[in-house]
């Protein structure tokens, strides 16, 4: 019964340590979205402002260039975390469908354990009710 209790327990601390790994890995990536978007307007504004926003122009901005540069990092990150997510979300899935099993089965041996204490019961009433009847 307690090492039930304490499978049980472990392979819900796995599964919400799995969770919290797929929900970092999510929170950097929109993250990194964010950086880019922001990166993005930044390029428009210092683009705007110099009045040139052709790359291969002489006079382009260094900011526009470097912060362009910044974002095609961060969307190259954000794009490289996308696979470590589907691995993380693959593993929770399977410690979740081990969670699963391990919580079925302990349904059952404590299925089996209470028809056995009902039976236990149901037979102790049946002495009592034939002593009665007896007497």
Do not use: C
């Not at 990536?29 to 922001?38: D, G, I, K, P, S």
């Amino acid at each position: 019964m307690k090492s039930r209790d304490t499978l049980i327990r472990l392979r819900r601390f796995q599964v919400d340590e799995k969770r919290r790994r797929v929900t970092q890995i999510e929170v950097m990536m929109a993250e990194f979205h964010r950086m880019a978007v922001e990166l993005d307007r930044e390029v428009a504004q210092e683009e705007a402002r110099a009045g040139i926003s052709d790359t291969a122009h002489f006079a382009y901005p260094t900011y526009a260039r470097a912060a362009a540069a910044r974002r095609d990092n961060m969307r190259q990150s954000a794009i490289a975390l996308e696979g470590q997510l589907s691995e993380a979300k693959a593993e929770l899935g399977e410690a979740f469908e081990d969670l699963k099993k391990v919580e079925i089965l302990d349904d059952r041996e404590r299925s089996v354990e209470r028809a056995a204490d009902a039976q236990r019961e149901q037979a102790a009433m049946d002495a009592i009710g034939l002593s009665r009847a007896r007497a």
